[in-house]
């Protein structure tokens, strides 16, 4: 099953899926990322938005708030969440805006479905285009050389009397540009159970790889990985959260 194959069929279970992640401190933060280091232009885009919560909180902080993703299932319910905001189909790799933007944001690791170096600097630029001087583009990253290979993510959940069992982790072999995201999706039925699984092909990068790559069009500043308060990268840990001015 394809990356997309498999996203596509669970678009409905996405948000259980998602559901022990804290979309409300990631949100405040990066708003009190954008309030620092910012301008005033409450104009927002989420890459790789899902099925939009990050955007709907956004709205509700007053921004104009949009999003865009690959996947056609995951906007149609992203609409439904949030009918106020724009939505496009559009690769987070090569995309367009009408008008300039105060703020990108790309959550959940998402900025490694660039999936290769130059893809990446693809990306790079796209946002660059699109913010206005002084805009802010936040994301969180993994450093390849901080992977934990037999590290997982683990949670249940219950719903319409099915219960699901997710599973993800990340899988780096220690040389070059490519790593991937190990997906495990069960859910069982009056004792039938389906399981789905996947490898997703993301770019892997050093953070000082990543910086190098930013730094010709941004400010950048680094951030430890904690969305309750902030504080400055410590350069040994694997997460952080990046905080890129343009210039």
């Keep these: 099953m394809t990356t997309n194959a498999l996203y596509t069929d ?12 804290d979309y409300t401190s990631q949100s405040n933060c990066v708003r009190r990322l954008h309030q620092i280091f910012g301008n005033d232009r409450a104009s927002h885009l989420d890459l790789a938005c899902g099925t939009g919560p990050h955007v709907q909180h956004f709205a509700d902080f007053g921004f104009q708030s949009s999003g865009l993703d690959i996947n056609q299932p995951m906007l149609d319910i ?3 969440r949030c009918p106020n905001a724009d939505f496009s189909l559009q690769d987070m790799c090569n995309f367009g805006v009408d008008n300039p933007l105060g703020l990108i944001t790309c959550f959940l690791y998402s900025i490694h479905y660039s999936g290769s170096i130059d893809q990446l600097k693809a990306c790079i630029v ?11 583009f936040c994301f969180n ?3 390849k050389h901080k992977i934990d290979t037999t590290a997982f993510v683990r949670h249940t959940a219950e719903q319409d009397g099915s ?3 997710f599973s993800s982790g990340w899988r780096y072999d220690g040389q070059g540009d490519k790593q991937s995201l190990r997906l495990k ?5 009056n004792n039938i159970t389906q399981v789905w699984q996947d490898e997703h092909p993301m770019v892997a990068v050093s953070f000082n790889e990543l910086k190098a790559l930013l730094e010709p069009y941004f400010e950048v500043h680094i951030f430890e990985h904690d969305y309750d308060k902030l504080i400055l990268w410590d350069t040994t840990s694997g997460n952080a959260i ?6």
């Design 242 to 247: 990046f905080c890129c001015v343009k210039i």
């Design 78 to 80: 992203a609409r439904q």
């Design 185 to 189: 999706i069960e859910k069982t039925t």
């Design 126 to 136: 796209s946002v660059h285009r699109a913010l206005n001087t002084g805009g802010v």
């Design 163 to 165: 219960h699901f069992s």
């Design 10 to 21: 669970l678009s409905g279970y996405y948000d259980l899926m998602c559901a022990d992640i």
């Design 141 to 143: 990253s993994v450093d």
